[in-house]
């Protein structure tokens, strides 16, 4: 098992990954973490347990800033790296979802208060948990974080998150948020906070200045697009038939397959979106689990496309809202994509956004951040 520093340097020696401070310094803290578990594991389980001492929980890590910074990338690194077991890497969102889902089922039971045994099982299933896009924007989660993560910590969890943000700004504005106020000083107590905030935004740098608005469809444009997807995945070309599907579920039930899943970038035809009855739930389900989407196949629409404009104008904003990167390719620019037909003058709005969608500021925003 390679040690995170070593596979760091390996990569930067490999050309793969340009040098950077600030990674450097994630890389030191998550190096010392690795090291940490493997000397708790090795001593819990022979002298301390012996002596009856319980090792304190090695603390986790907090790397935040911008997009493109590289915290997802290390987050992986150090989640593939680290030998503790049993371990998950779970999207954030994801992983709320999940929260409150067990919580209800937990509530039904009437037996008390139902974070204990929440925190429990997860612990029994996680000793290491990663989260990718730690964003508190309800306050559901608000309300139960506290006390669920300290109880996660308590039981031996190690968590490593990325961020957007630095705890202190974690559900800024918030309802309640006094009552939220002690899950921010348990993460700056008992987590690393790490910034990774460097000049480049390597997302950015990979798009390569690319038009994100492609027109018209066509063999050029999909061959520009399949680049940028193996681009901001990192997938290897030759491997490209098997990139990964998945089967999202949408809130109410339905399912929703998504034909090319890698690395939180997802690939679909504007047929498969728009031209099916999908509404408001498939939208922000994609919004929420994506940080870079790419639409494929998108026709000059008119008047017979009333339903597939409605669609695409729901899609769009919900993916304004969670600041999701669009990558498209369509037969026409945005202000000329559908101009005649029921809310076509509503759809001025829609073009703008899209057009606004391709600006540097636009796409320098984090995922999910309101
Ligand atoms: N030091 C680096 N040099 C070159 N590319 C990098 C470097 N760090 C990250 N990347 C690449 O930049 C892209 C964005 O990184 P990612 O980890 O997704 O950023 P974040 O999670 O901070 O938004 C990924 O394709 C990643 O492999
Ligand atoms: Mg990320």
């Excluded at 987050?75 to 979802?97: G, N, Q, S, Y």
């Excluded at 990718?132 to 190690?158: C, K, P, W, Y």
């Excluded at 990192?234 to 109410?252: I, M, N, S, W």
């Excluded at 090319?260 to 994609?286: H, M, N, Q, W």
Aim: hydrophobic share 40%; net charge negative; aromatic share 8%.
């Amino acid at each position: 098992m390679t040690a995170v520093a070593d596979r760091y340097a390996a990569l930067v020696e490999a050309g793969e990954l340009r040098p950077d401070a600030d990674q450097e310094r994630a890389v030191a803290v998550l190096h010392r973490l690795a090291e940490r578990l493997a000397a708790s594991t090795a001593k819990g389980s022979i002298v301390w347990r012996l002596a009856g001492r319980k090792e304190p929980p090695p603390p986790g890590a907090y790397l935040w800033g911008g997009v493109g910074r590289g915290k997802s990338m290390l987050m992986d690194l150090a989640f593939e790296t680290i030998d503790h077991h049993p371990k998950r890497r779970v999207h954030f969102h994801e992983f709320m979802l999940e929260v409150h889902e067990r919580l209800r089922a937990e509530r039904v039971k009437e037996a008390g208060d139902p974070i204990p045994p929440v925190a429990k099982a997860l612990a029994a299933e996680a000793k290491l948990l990663c989260f990718d896009e730690m964003v508190i924007n309800n306050s559901a989660d608000a309300m139960i974080l506290s006390r669920l993560f300290s109880q996660l910590l308590e039981a031996g969890v190690t968590v490593i998150t990325t961020s957007n943000r630095p705890p202190r700004d974690l559900y800024l504005g918030g309802l309640n948020r006094e009552l939220f106020l002690p899950f921010i000083e348990l993460v700056e107590r008992e987590l690393a906070v790490v910034p990774l905030n460097g000049p480049t935004d390597y997302r950015l740098e990979r798009l390569g200045g690319l038009p994100t608005w492609h027109v018209p469809n066509g063999p050029e444009t999909s061959r520009a697009l399949s680049e940028a997807f193996f681009r901001l995945t990192d997938y290897p070309v030759e491997d490209r038939a098997k990139v990964p599907t998945e089967e999202l579920q949408v809130p109410g039930g339905r399912v929703l397959h998504v034909p090319k899943s890698l690395k939180g970038v997802a690939v679909f035809s504007f047929r498969r979106l728009c031209g099916e009855p999908r509404g408001a739930p498939d939208y922000l389900t994609i919004a929420r689990h994506f940080h870079t989407v790419i639409v494929v196949g998108i026709p000059k629409l008119g008047p017979e496309n009333r339903n597939e404009a409605a669609r695409f104008v729901t899609l769009i904003d919900a993916l304004y809202e969670h600041k999701v990167k669009l990558l498209a390719a369509a037969d026409a620019e945005p202000e000329a994509l559908y101009v005649a037909g029921d809310g076509a003058f509503e759809f001025e709005r829609t073009a703008s956004r899209l057009i606004e969608m391709q600006s540097a500021e636009y796409m320098a925003l984090g995922h999910g951040e309101d």
